[in-house]
C-alpha cells in the first residue's frame, strides 16, 4: 500500500531532523572529519545546476577552503528532496538520506571510496551534500592500473553490502593519486536482491584480503557494527537496515562477490 504523500514528507523530514541531530561528523572517518563540518556549516555563497541526471542536481559553492586546492572555495554536490523524481521501486523521498547511508558504509569498512556526504538544508530545502571532487588524467602505467584495479573492486564490494542498483561507468571518477571515488549511491539499499553493476565480471570471483579482512572485522566487532546499525536506522526503513546486515554477515562469511544475471545485474547506460 502506497502511503500518502503527507506521511511520506514527515517520514523523510523525522528522519532527517534525527540524523542531522547527531551531528555532521557521526560515523565519518577521521580524516573526513574537518570537511564534513565544513559541508554541514560553511555559508553557501553561490548555487548553480548541474545538467545532467534524472533528478535536480546543483553545484554548491561555500565560504571555506577547498581540501584538494587550497587556492579554490570548497564546493559540494547537493541533491535536495524536493528534485527527486519518483521512482517505482524506491520509497518516495528517500533517495538523499541512501546517499549518506552510502558513505557511512564506506567509513565503516575504511575504504574512502565515497567522498564525503552530510545532509545539511540548502537553498532548495534538506537535501544530501557530497565533496566535490577533481577529476585527473591518470597514466596507463602497471603501477597505477594495479592500484585501481584493487579500488575497483572495494568498490565493488561496497555496493555489495550496499545492494547499488545503478553502478554506471559514470558514476566512478579518478582523482590524484590515483583514487577511484563512488559517486551517484542514492539507488541504494533495497530489502531484496537489486544489485545491478558496470563490475558484474567479478561475479563469483573472491574480494581481494584486505578488503575481505575489512568486512569480516566490521562484521566481527559487535561495538562497531551496532553503532553502524544506529546510524543506518536514522537513515533507512527498519527492513532495510536488517537487509544489510544480513547482507554484512553473508559476505564476512563467503567473501566472494555475487554473480548476477548477464541482463538484470547490468545497470543501464552502463558503458
Same mark, same amino acid.
Not at 533528478?55 to 564546493?75: C, I, S, T, W, Y
Not at 521501486?89 to 565515497?114: C, H, K, M, S
Not at 567479478?202 to 553503532?227: F, H, I, K, S
Given at each position: 500500500?502506497?502511503?500518502?504523500?503527507?506521511?511520506?514528507?514527515?517520514?523523510?523530514?523525522?528522519?532527517?531532523?534525527?540524523?542531522?541531530?547527531?551531528?555532521?561528523?557521526?560515523?565519518?572517518?577521521?580524516?573526513?572529519?574537518?570537511?564534513?563540518?565544513?559541508?554541514?556549516?560553511?555559508?553557501?555563497?553561490?548555487?548553480?545546476?548541474?545538467?545532467?541526471?534524472?533528478?535536480?542536481?546543483?553545484?554548491?559553492?561555500?565560504?571555506?577552503?577547498?581540501?584538494?586546492?587550497?587556492?579554490?572555495?570548497?564546493?559540494?554536490?547537493?541533491?535536495?528532496?524536493?528534485?527527486?523524481?519518483?521512482?517505482?521501486?524506491?520509497?518516495?523521498?528517500?533517495?538523499?538520506?541512501?546517499?549518506? /547511508?552510502?558513505?557511512?558504509?564506506?567509513? $565503516?569498512?575504511?575504504? %574512502? @571510496?565515497?567522498?564525503?556526504? +552530510?545532509? &545539511?538544508?540548502?537553498? *532548495?530545502?534538506?537535501?544530501?551534500?557530497?565533496?566535490?571532487?577533481?577529476?585527473?588524467?591518470?597514466?596507463?602505467?602497471?603501477?597505477?592500473?594495479?592500484?585501481?584495479?584493487?579500488?575497483?573492486?572495494?568498490?565493488?564490494?561496497?555496493?555489495?553490502?550496499?545492494?547499488?542498483?545503478?553502478?554506471?561507468?559514470?558514476?566512478?571518477?579518478?582523482?590524484?593519486?590515483?583514487?577511484?571515488?563512488?559517486?551517484?549511491?542514492?539507488?541504494?539499499?533495497?530489502?531484496?536482491?537489486?544489485?545491478?553493476?558496470?563490475?558484474?565480471?567479478?561475479?563469483?570471483?573472491?574480494?581481494?584480503?584486505?578488503? /575481505?579482512?575489512?568486512?569480516?572485522?566490521? $562484521?566481527?566487532?559487535? %561495538? @562497531?557494527?551496532?553503532?553502524? +546499525?544506529? &546510524?543506518?536506522?536514522? *537513515?533507512?526503513?527498519?527492513?532495510?537496515?536488517?537487509?544489510?546486515?544480513?547482507?554484512?554477515?553473508?559476505?564476512?562469511?563467503?567473501?566472494?562477490?555475487?554473480?548476477?544475471?548477464?541482463?538484470?545485474?547490468?545497470?543501464?547506460?552502463?558503458?
Amino acid at each position: 500500500m502506497v502511503q500518502p504523500i503527507s506521511e511520506q514528507t514527515s517520514r523523510y523530514r523525522a528522519r532527517f531532523e534525527a540524523a542531522v541531530a547527531a551531528g555532521a561528523t557521526d560515523g565519518g572517518r577521521e580524516e573526513d572529519r574537518d570537511v564534513m563540518r565544513a559541508l554541514a556549516e560553511a555559508p553557501i555563497t553561490r548555487a548553480g545546476d548541474v545538467m545532467y541526471g534524472s533528478n535536480a542536481v546543483f553545484l554548491l559553492e561555500f565560504d571555506a577552503p577547498d581540501p584538494q586546492k587550497a587556492d579554490e572555495r570548497l564546493r559540494a554536490v547537493y541533491k535536495p528532496v524536493r528534485g527527486e523524481r519518483p521512482l517505482w521501486d524506491f520509497p518516495r523521498n528517500t533517495l538523499f538520506l541512501r546517499e549518506v /547511508a552510502t558513505y557511512l558504509v564506506d567509513a $565503516a569498512i575504511g575504504l %574512502g @571510496r565515497v567522498p564525503p556526504t +552530510v545532509l &545539511r538544508s540548502g537553498p *532548495l530545502g534538506p537535501g544530501s551534500v557530497q565533496l566535490f571532487v577533481h577529476h585527473a588524467a591518470v597514466g596507463r602505467d602497471e603501477t597505477s592500473a594495479a592500484t585501481l584495479e584493487q579500488q575497483l573492486r572495494e568498490v565493488a564490494a561496497l555496493d555489495a553490502l550496499v545492494n547499488n542498483a545503478d553502478r554506471k561507468r559514470a558514476h566512478l571518477l579518478v582523482t590524484d593519486g590515483p583514487n577511484v571515488r563512488a559517486i551517484d549511491n542514492a539507488l541504494t539499499f533495497l530489502p531484496y536482491p537489486r544489485q545491478r553493476t558496470a563490475l558484474i565480471a567479478l561475479g563469483g570471483t573472491p574480494l581481494p584480503d584486505d578488503t /575481505a579482512e575489512r568486512v569480516r572485522t566490521l $562484521a566481527g566487532d559487535a %561495538g @562497531r557494527a551496532a553503532a553502524l +546499525v544506529e &546510524r543506518l536506522s536514522r *537513515l533507512l526503513a527498519p527492513a532495510e537496515v536488517e537487509a544489510f546486515s544480513a547482507r554484512l554477515r553473508e559476505l564476512a562469511d563467503d567473501p566472494v562477490y555475487p554473480e548476477l544475471d548477464d541482463w538484470d545485474g547490468r545497470p543501464f547506460e552502463w558503458w
